[in-house]
């Protein structure tokens, strides 16, 4: 059984945060790996919680669910979908639409008079919905047509006139909806070409071979040719929809490899894609700059730092097989943020071990200067839990920072962290000797749970060692 500690209403909210912001192909592809690492008996994540949370998610998204029913709202906005995520933190980013837009933006559609074209439209492709006909292209169309026209009527006013720009705000949820609705009008010129990627390329991608980084160039190609200035977005699109989403620099060093001329316009579009990949580490790096400078919490920092280390890798992998230097050096730069992270986490770690391990002035002309437990008193749950969630961390912590190229990191923390449970270990056992009666008990509990939170970092062998000394002293007279 995975031990499992409740999330407060912070990490909740943090959780919420990081899963909200992941591609439908991530999330997907995170969901099977905690539910196999729970099967396993997986520990010192929040598996549950985070496993409710992805399926909730997911739900939402329609993805990997069966399919519901058609209408005129979700055809309008499948095209669009590999660029929608569950809630948004900070500032607008290209390519990221929150969920939250879209039903205002569809109301908006419904309800506004200069949109009425696109809500007899809707109306038209809901009835032939209804009458079970199965050939709609040519409604779906005409839906795309009139919405087209509809925005542009409305984005029009909103920008010559203040005042109506701040009521569609309010409307549409506030700046970063109204800039959700910019972006999917922009889109719409684009639809037919996101419609034939994702019909080319089901979810999720794996691997692009050969073929499909040819057949992904001829998608791309047809909507430079139509509709150039979403033509980038075809490629942000396919990467959503891989489960790796890294995976398609691969995309961008083929179309880079067929550039000869600077001012050819996938030059700037295929670096568009690798600056949005990049976005996503730096968000990442970011993310773990706050949580390092906030309150400790173990759990989620090992959760953070695991995503923000596999994706870097990721990266690096496919760079390194071009032999890219500049992208190389760029997640270099991230991974020293990240290592900067590490260290603070663990110093976090022993602050929380340290909690756990209470010591009082030893009494004595002899040991004057020295340091004892504290067995006066139990050690709360709460403290107790976060010393188990901190050695857990701290035991990760070497593979993290080899993982990230930054071996010393954290290292003489974790080192410290050791020496002084090692310590603290060996003194309780001089406690548990000298103690009786009801203070011998409290010393043998508060043993008993030193030994457990510090199973992680010090290992099975010298766990082993510690309890047959406790038990030995405990039977002293």
């Known amino acids: 059984m995975a031990d499992q500690s409740p999330l407060t209403p912070e990490k909740h909210e943090r959780l919420l945060e990081f899963l909200g912001a992941l591609p439908n192909a991530a999330a997907l592809k995170l969901f099977t790996a905690l539910e196999r690492e729970r099967a396993a008996g997986g520990r010192g994540l929040p598996y549950d919680a985070l496993i409710e949370q992805l399926r909730d998610q997911l739900k939402a998204r329609g993805a990997a669910f069966p399919s519901r029913p058609k209408n005129a709202q979700r055809l309008f906005f499948t095209p669009f979908e590999d660029f929608f995520i569950s809630r948004r933190s900070g500032k607008k980013r290209r390519a990221r639409i929150a969920r939250t837009s879209l039903t205002p933006i569809w109301s908006l559609l419904m ?218 050096n760029r997640i270099e730069a991230c991974r020293d943020v990240a290592g900067d992270c590490l260290e603070r986490f663990a110093e976090q770690s022993l602050a929380a071990l340290r909690a756990a391990t209470p010591v009082r002035k030893a009494s004595g002309a002899s040991r004057l200067m020295a340091y004892r437990p504290d067995i006066s008193h139990s050690i709360p749950p709460r403290i107790l839990a976060a010393a188990r969630e901190a050695a857990r961390f701290l035991a990760k912590s070497k593979g993290a920072a080899e993982k990230l190229g930054r071996a010393s990191a954290a290292k003489n923390v974790i080192a410290d962290a050791s020496a002084e449970l090692k310590r603290y270990l060996g003194d309780l056992v001089v406690e548990i000797r000298a103690a009786e009666g009801e203070e011998r008990a409290l010393a043998r509990r508060i043993m008993e749970n030193a030994l457990d939170f510090a199973a992680p970092l010090l290992g099975d062998t010298e766990i082993a060692q510690f309890k047959e000394r406790a038990k030995a002293a405990a039977l002293t007279a």
């Open 111 to 328: 309800n506004d008079p200069a949109c009425a074209g696109a809500a007899r439209a809707a109306g038209a492709l809901d009835q032939a919905i209804g009458a079970g006909r199965t050939d709609l292209i040519a409604d779906e169309e005409a839906l795309f047509n009139a919405a087209g026209q509809g925005l542009s009527r409305v984005i029009a006013h909103a920008e010559a006139d203040e005042r109506f720009y701040e009521t569609l705000s309010a409307q549409l949820g506030g700046a970063g909806a109204l800039s959700d609705l910019g972006e999917i009008h922009f889109l719409l010129s684009a639809v037919d070409h996101l419609k034939a990627l994702q019909a080319v390329f089901p979810k999720p991608v794996g691997a692009l071979t050969e073929e499909e980084l040819y057949e992904a160039r001829r998608i791309y190609e047809g909507a430079r040719r139509v509709a150039p200035e979403a033509a980038p977005y075809l490629l942000l699109a396919l990467a959503a929809r891989m489960n790796e989403p890294w995976r398609s620099l691969r995309l961008y060093y083929h179309l880079a490899s067929l550039i000869s001329d600077a001012s050819d316009p996938a030059a700037g579009d295929s670096a568009l894609l690798v600056e949005t990949l990049f976005e996503d580490l730096e968000n990442d790096a970011r993310r773990l700059e706050r949580d390092a400078a906030g309150a400790f919490d173990a759990e989620d920092a090992a959760f953070r730092l695991s995503h923000f280390i596999d994706y870097a890798d990721g990266l690096a992998g496919e760079a390194s097989r071009a032999d890219d230097n500049v992208v190389l």
